[in-house]
């Protein structure tokens, strides 16, 4: 394998840069986690480390991802106004636009020799998956997925003065394991879990909880919440929590309309969860864009 020294100094510093804006070293994060609205971003997925266990971690050899979509789907959103989040049933245009599309795989350009788009019955862009090869990451070399973050923007009647969307990622380490089998040392789930105020059906949570790691007890959200079993030795790793593209509002060019309370009147915060139908549907990996064809891996 040849390696560029130029690029991994570059990338050491993007990559300190940006595990101090995540504020979770060599976890799967987004390199550019934030940005303001109206602006497309040359974007990473970032995978920090392989599956556990910690003293010997297994190589990465695929990623999975996908981004809440409003069109086909019904994602589950949440308001802050300064109190915690609360749900509301409030359409996704409400708050932002558009609706679908918000990451789009760029072809070539990164670590991974295969990958595809994910798309919905109207070919509106979702995710993609990225692999076919493994790679050891026992010494914290990140491997990387470029892809664009389309240019949201936050409806001008509303309050919002950010939106950030929540992504479900999974990371494979063993491809030939499906996912009703597999553990943590097989595949990192990092789960969106919508544990807040007012969602239906929550609290989700395992048939045992952990309160070392506060799952709480109660029902899965997605086929693909991940695991608490004793391979968890990171805390936070995996389980509700999943990489995350927060959007700002632009004062400038758009204002918060007046009467606005939210944050003492800064304005609400917006979080977008990708729906379980959705999580369900897409996480696995197909061979064609939209979720037909040879299955690789579920």
């Not at 994602?75 to 749900?87: L, M, N, T």
């Not at 050891?136 to 973050?149: K, M, N, R």
């Not at 597999?182 to 048939?207: H, K, M």
């Amino acid at each position: 394998m040849k390696i560029n020294y130029k690029n991994i100094a570059l990338g050491t510093l993007a990559f300190a840069a940006w595990a101090a804006s995540q504020s979770a070293f060599a976890h799967t994060r987004f390199e550019t986690a934030t940005s303001v609205e109206g602006t497309r971003v040359h974007n990473y997925v970032n995978i920090g480390h392989g599956c556990p266990p910690t003293t010997a971690r297994r190589p990465s050899y695929g990623t999975s991802v996908v981004f809440p979509n409003a069109v086909s789907y019904t994602p589950i959103i949440g308001v802050d106004s300064g109190a915690g989040k609360v749900y509301t049933t409030n359409a996704a245009s409400t708050y932002y636009s558009p609706a679908a599309g918000i990451a789009v795989m760029i072809n070539g350009g990164g670590a991974f020799p295969l990958g595809n788009m994910k798309v919905d019955a109207a070919n509106n862009k979702d995710g993609f998956w990225a692999g076919g090869k493994f790679y050891d990451q026992t010494i914290s070399t990140t491997v990387q997925t470029p892809f664009y973050a389309s240019a949201v923007t936050i409806a001008k009647a509303s309050c919002a003065r950010s939106v950030t969307f929540y992504a479900a990622i999974a990371d494979v380490c063993e491809v030939t394991v499906p996912s009703t089998s597999a553990t943590d040392e097989q595949v990192l789930y990092w789960s969106p879990i919508p544990n807040f105020s007012g969602v239906p059906g929550s609290p989700f949570g395992t048939s045992a909880g952990d309160p070392a790691r506060t799952i709480p007890v109660g029902p899965k959200f997605s086929n693909y919440d991940g695991y608490q079993d004793a391979a968890h030795t990171f805390p936070g790793d995996g389980w509700g929590s999943p990489a995350t593209y927060k959007v700002t509002r632009n004062p400038v060019t758009n204002p918060l309309p007046a009467g606005c309370t939210g944050n003492a009147g800064a304005g609400d915060d917006i979080h977008v969860y990708p729906s379980a139908d959705q999580i369900n549907k897409e996480l696995p990996v197909y061979k064609n864009a939209n979720q037909t064809g040879d299955l690789y891996w579920n």
